[in-house]
């Protein structure tokens, strides 16, 4: 069984524990893992994890994310300025950066609603950025469905729905729009009832599995930080829940994985 982990977060620059950590996914068959971003110190330590597995054969590969989150988004600081503050995040060829994809970008009202304007404004311009360099975005929402449909219906772009949590209906719209849906350990949680119903309506073809690490380890592992390796647990869930094996649907993530991401 070969794992991709498409969305994981390195919080720490620490090459010892980064190492240790896919050190780790690997033993548990993760082969790949999408290291994303979203601030200055989340995009330094997924290149820095990029950087280490290109340097041990023994490691998973780590491809990269790099953006500007909503958090990044307040009224005292301007789009302008959080944009530059990595202008060359997305300016080149993924094979010059070493950047697959933007962010994690995207909206979030249920911890900041205050910031909106802001937050929708950062997020339209890296759409916009995303499109001319055609690289694809990882987007979060929560909270915040219409807008996130408004400004995907009018600034066409594709990618991934990181960590899905919203209804069935809204994961149908997201479909039509062409985006891969990414299910998270929140699948296995007791009261997570939305999340595997909106589990069933994702077609073969555009099923991610991700940890979202260090965050929502999936049962049995709650309680625990949470890391690649454990991108297992959710496989076999989601294996079960959708009727097959946890091996096909291993490879079947897998290889969207790299569709999206344009990995040969």
Same mark, same amino acid.
């Given at each position: 069984m070969r794992l991709f982990d498409s969305h994981c977060h390195f919080e720490r620059a620490d090459a010892a524990e980064i190492t240790a950590t896919l050190a780790r996914a690997r033993e548990a068959g993760v082969e790949a893992v999408l290291a994303v971003g979203g601030s200055p110190a989340l995009n330094a330590s997924a290149r820095l994890a990029a950087r280490l597995s290109a340097d041990s054969p023994s490691l998973p590969r780590v491809f990269v994310a790099c953006g500007h989150d909503?958090?990044? %988004?307040? =009224?005292?600081? =301007?789009?302008?300025?959080? *944009?530059?503050?990595?202008?060359?995040?997305?300016?080149?060829?993924?094979?010059?950066?070493?950047?697959? %994809?933007?962010? +994690?970008?995207?909206?979030?009202?249920?911890?900041? =609603? +205050?910031?909106? &304007?802001?937050?929708? $404004?950062?997020?339209?311009?890296?759409l916009e950025q995303s499109a001319k360099v055609d690289r694809p975005v990882i987007i979060h929402t929560r909270?915040?469905?219409?807008?996130?449909?408004?400004? *995907?219906?009018?600034?066409?772009?594709?990618?991934i729905i990181h #960590?899905?949590?919203?209804?069935?209906?809204? #994961?149908?719209?997201?479909?039509? *729009?062409?985006?891969?849906?990414?299910?998270?350990?929140?699948?296995?949680?007791? $009261?997570?009832? &939305?999340?595997?119903a909106s589990a069933l309506v994702v077609p073969d073809d555009r099923l991610l599995i991700e940890t979202d690490s260090?965050?929502?380890? =999936?049962?049995?592992?709650?309680?625990? %930080? &949470? +890391?690649?390796?454990?991108? $297992?647990?959710?496989?076999?869930?989601?294996?079960?829940?959708?009727?097959?094996?946890p091996e096909a649907l291993a490879e079947t993530t897998f290889r969207n994985a790299c569709s999206i991401l344009s990995i040969s």
């Open positions: 909503r958090d990044q %988004a307040t =009224p005292s600081r =301007p789009v302008g300025a959080v *944009l530059q503050t990595e202008p060359a995040t997305a300016a080149a060829p993924a094979a010059t950066t070493g950047i697959s %994809a933007i962010g +994690e970008i995207g909206l979030d009202y249920h911890y900041s =609603p +205050e910031s909106r &304007n802001e937050q929708l $404004a950062l997020f339209r311009a890296q909270e915040a469905d219409d807008d996130t449909l408004s400004s *995907l219906r009018e600034i066409p772009s594709r990618g #960590c899905f949590t919203g209804s069935p209906e809204f #994961c149908r719209a997201l479909l039509d *729009l062409g985006f891969f849906i990414s299910i998270s350990g929140i699948v296995t949680f007791r $009261a997570a009832d &939305n999340v595997r260090p965050f929502l380890a =999936p049962v049995p592992m709650r309680g625990k %930080a &949470n +890391e690649p390796a454990f991108v $297992a647990h959710t496989a076999r869930f989601l294996a079960e829940l959708r009727g097959t094996t």
